[in-house]
């Protein structure tokens, strides 16, 4: 009997440490956006010398995190700043001063600007936001020609191009896929987002046959918006698309309550009030450009509860993660159009960079499920509180992303 009850007490302690670790993992995901930034250098010769035209991009809510507060005549402080991050091998001069355009409504910020540079560039620098950040990521598209361009990812690792190792095209485009594929890569392991619906997705659809249609249909979802997004066929509104990934998160979480509840009422209730009265906030406090999102994601999520309350099948839980996977594409997508690539790579950049996304959610699940082992054995996943702890932290972590980037 007192080994029975020192067994128990252990798991007990185990299981509390555990909700304080994901106490202090969510403390500190709420806080982290992914950080992405891209920048555009378009070169012209000119005898000796070449113009380069240069285009940087990033996200308004990104910026105001790294430089914030956005007040006062921040533009033109951002805008220094992030020209004098940049560095070349060859002396080169200021053409034309920087133009900043900056859009809430699509939530970018954006500075151009050209340089004249002495000789051939051979060498780019950069720093930019890697020390306010270190996980900030920044790819930059290269064209030397009509019809030659090259890619860079720059990480707080990779700060420098040497662009002299690229003199054929064979070249610039394999470069240019495997960049592609890291960012994938990159775009998962950083994208805390995205690995949180991963985590809904495992523990909802438990053994290899749901689990596999599952990712199947969110890897099918998210190619489609990614590709549509890339081509410039849809057009989503950025910080829309992000709020709704917080909110699929938030959904699966709450998903996870209901199919272990008796009573699943209570739940679907109290996240239909949330929605609504959201909903008549967001319409007196705010300019209400996203209302009819709103009002037809209350319709949908009316309709998922119901479904969800009835339905357990297969079909319903592919069907689900498709329409999630759409979702996650736009956010996917959404950045690449910002870069722009030539259409005569077209398909090799949308297959490297999906490629990445499917070898990143890979060794994500590998990564979870050998976590869902080492706790197995443990014996904490065997208590009753282990999923309710971790469908709870999903939603209030879904909630805090939704509420945040929508407002």
Excluded at 22 to 28: E, G, M, T, V
Excluded at 164 to 187: P, Q, R, T, W
Excluded at 254 to 280: P, Q, T
Aim: proline share 1%; aromatic share 14%; with cysteine.
């Amino acid at each position: 009997m007192r080994s029975i009850a020192i067994q128990r007490f252990k798991s007990k302690i185990s299981l509390i440490i555990f909700a304080l670790l994901l106490l202090a993992l969510s403390l500190d995901l709420s806080s982290h956006q992914r950080s992405e930034s891209y920048s555009k250098w378009v070169v012209e010769k000119q005898g000796n010398e070449s113009l380069i035209s240069i285009a940087f991009t990033i996200r308004l809510s990104n910026l105001n995190r790294l430089e914030g507060p956005l007040i006062g005549e921040w533009q033109k402080r951002v805008s220094d700043k992030i020209t004098s991050s940049f560095s070349t091998n060859t002396e080169c001069s200021v053409e034309e001063k920087p133009i900043s355009v900056t859009s809430k409504e699509d939530d970018i910020f954006r500075v151009s600007w050209t340089l004249l540079c002495s000789s051939e560039l051979e060498k780019i620098n950069t720093a930019i936001f890697f020390n306010q950040d270190p996980t900030h990521s920044h790819i930059a598209r290269y064209i030397y020609s009509s019809n030659l361009s090259i890619e860079k990812l720059f990480t707080s690792q990779t700060r420098t191009w040497n662009l002299k190792d690229i003199k054929s095209e064979k070249n610039a485009v394999n470069s240019s896929f495997k960049e592609y594929v890291l960012l994938g890569i990159k775009h998962i392991s950083t994208g805390y987002d995205h690995l949180a619906f991963l985590l809904g997705l495992l523990l909802l659809n438990q053994g290899i046959r749901r689990l596999l249609l599952a990712i199947t249909g969110f890897t099918l979802g998210h190619s489609l918006t990614l590709s549509l997004a890339v081509l410039d066929l849809v057009r989503p509104v950025g910080s829309f698309v992000e709020a709704l990934i917080g909110y699929s998160i938030a959904l699966l979480g709450l998903e996870l309550l209901i199919r272990r509840s008796k009573d699943s009422s209570v739940y679907i209730y109290s996240a239909a009030s949330f929605l609504a009265l959201f909903f008549l906030f967001y319409l007196v406090f705010f300019d209400g450009s996203f209302a009819l999102g709103l009002f037809g994601l209350f319709l949908f999520s009316i309709c998922y509860f119901i479904l969800v309350k009835d339905d357990r099948s297969i079909f319903f839980s592919l069907i689900i993660a498709s329409i999630f996977g759409l979702i996650h594409g736009f956010g996917f997508g959404g950045f690449l159009f910002e870069v722009g690539f030539s259409e005569d790579n077209l398909l090799k950049t949308l297959f490297g960079f999906n490629l990445g996304v499917e070898v990143g959610q890979i060794m994500a699940i590998i990564l979870f499920l050998t976590l869902f082992y080492v706790l197995g054995k443990l014996k904490i996943m065997n208590q009753g509180y282990f999923n309710p702890i971790l469908a709870i932290f999903l939603v209030s972590l879904g909630t805090y992303w939704f509420v945040y980037r929508i407002i």
